[in-house]
C-alpha cells in the first residue's frame, strides 16, 4: 500500500510539473494552429478535401505528441538526475522502479491532457469542414463557441496566473480541455445555420477511435523517451524518440516487406526441393523476423486510412493493437528501470 501511495505522489507531482512546462504551450499554441491551417492547405487536393484534412491533422496531433513525450520525459527524469533533485526522493524509502515508473504515469498523465486538447480542437475543426467552393457556408456554432470556449480558456489562465501566480501553460490546459469538451457536446446539437440537429448525425466515432490508438501509440512513444531520458539528455532523448516515431511508421516498408519476401522465397525453395544456401536463406529470414519484432510498429496505432473510407475497424484488430501496445510499455519500463538502476544520482 505504501508503494501505491509513493507512485500516485510521484505520478502527481511529475504530471504537474510537466504542465508548467514553457514548453507544453508552445507545442499546443503551434499544434492548434496547423490544425486550424489544414483547412486551408486541405483544398488544394482538388478532390476529396475532407479526407485530406484528416490525414493533415491526425498527423499533426501525432507530431506534437512525440515531440511532447520526448521534452517532458527529459525534463522529468533526466533533468533531475543532473540537479541532483532525484536524489532526495531516491535516498527516501522510495525504490528506484518506483521512481521510474511514476515518472512515467506522470509524463504519460501529462501527455495525455495535451492530446485531450489538440483532439477536441481537431474535432471542432473536422465539425466545421473544409471549405469546398467560395460558396460553402462556416459552421457558425463552432466558430462560435470554440473561439469562446478558447478565449475562455486563456483568459481565465491569465487572470489566475496575474492574481494567484499559477502557471499560465499548466491552467490553459486545465481549463481548456473541459471547456473545449463542453463546447464540443454543444456544437453536436446544431447544424452550421443553428438549426437544432441530432447528436449522431455530427458525432464521429470512427475518428474518436483513430485518436485513441494514436494516444497509445503516443503511450509507447512516452515509454521509450523515458527509458532513454535514464541515461542520455534532452537532445539525445528527443533525437532517439523522433527516430524511433519515424522508423515505427516505416517498419512495414523497410523489414516488413523483406521478411515476407525471404518467407516466400523459403516456401518456394522447400517446394522445389532445393537446399543449396538454405542454411543462409533461413538465417536471414530469421534475423529479419528478430528485428522486425523488436522496432515498435506505430503502423498498428495509425487509422487514418480506416477514418477516411469510412470503414469500421473490428474488435479483432483492436484488441489485439492495445495488447501489442500494451506490451511495449511494460518493455519500456522494464529496460528504463533496469538502465537506472546503475544510473549515479548523487
Known amino acids: ?81 543532473e540537479n541532483r533533485t532525484a536524489l532526495t526522493v531516491i535516498s527516501k524509502p522510495v525504490g528506484r ?14 501527455l495525455t491532457a495535451c492530446t485531450a486538447f489538440l483532439a477536441l480542437v481537431l474535432m471542432l475543426v473536422e465539425m466545421h469542414g473544409t471549405m469546398q467552393t467560395a460558396t460553402t457556408p462556416y459552421h457558425r456554432p463552432v466558430l462560435t463557441i470554440g473561439i469562446l470556449a478558447m478565449l475562455a480558456a486563456v483568459g481565465g489562465a491569465a487572470w489566475a496566473n496575474f492574481m494567484y501566480g499559477w502557471s499560465f501553460p499548466a491552467t490553459t490546459v486545465g481549463l481548456g480541455v473541459p471547456l473545449l469538451a463542453l463546447a464540443y457536446l454543444v456544437c453536436l446539437l446544431f447544424e452550421k445555420d443553428w ?74 525453395m522447400a517446394a522445389d526441393g532445393a537446399s543449396a544456401g538454405s542454411d543462409a536463406s533461413v538465417a536471414q529470414h530469421w534475423a529479419l523476423k528478430a528485428l522486425y519484432a523488436v522496432i515498435p510498429n506505430f503502423q498498428v496505432f495509425w487509422l487514418s486510412d480506416a477514418v477516411q473510407q469510412k470503414r469500421d475497424v473490428p474488435l479483432d484488430y483492436l484488441l489485439p493493437g492495445v495488447a501489442y501496445g500494451i506490451a511495449l510499455i511494460v518493455a519500456s519500463l522494464c529496460v528504463a528501470t533496469a538502465l537506472f538502476q546503475r544510473r549515479e544520482v548523487g
Open 1 to 81: 500500500m505504501e508503494s501505491i501511495v509513493h507512485l500516485w505522489a510521484i505520478a502527481r507531482n511529475t504530471a504537474v510539473e510537466c504542465l508548467r512546462q514553457p514548453v507544453v504551450l508552445a507545442v499546443l499554441v503551434a499544434g492548434t494552429l496547423l490544425v486550424v491551417l489544414s483547412i486551408p492547405l486541405s483544398g488544394f487536393t482538388l478532390m476529396d478535401d475532407q479526407r485530406m484534412f484528416v490525414d493533415i491533422a491526425l498527423s499533426t496531433v501525432f507530431v506534437c505528441g512525440t515531440l511532447l513525450a520526448a521534452f517532458l520525459a527529459t525534463n522529468a527524469l533526466s533533468r533531475e538526475v
Open 97 to 110: 522502479p518506483a521512481f521510474v515508473w511514476g515518472k512515467y504515469l506522470g509524463v504519460t498523465a501529462a
Open 195 to 268: 438549426t437544432p440537429v441530432s447528436p449522431a448525425r455530427q458525432f464521429e466515432g470512427g475518428l474518436w477511435v483513430a485518436v485513441a490508438m494514436m494516444w497509445l501509440g503516443l503511450a509507447v512513444l512516452s515509454g521509450i523517451a523515458v527509458a532513454i531520458s535514464t541515461r542520455f539528455g534532452q537532445v539525445v532523448t528527443l533525437g532517439v524518440t523522433f527516430g524511433a516515431f519515424v522508423l515505427g511508421l516505416m517498419s512495414d516498408w523497410l523489414v516488413g516487406r523483406r521478411v515476407a519476401a525471404t518467407g516466400a522465397m523459403l516456401e518456394r
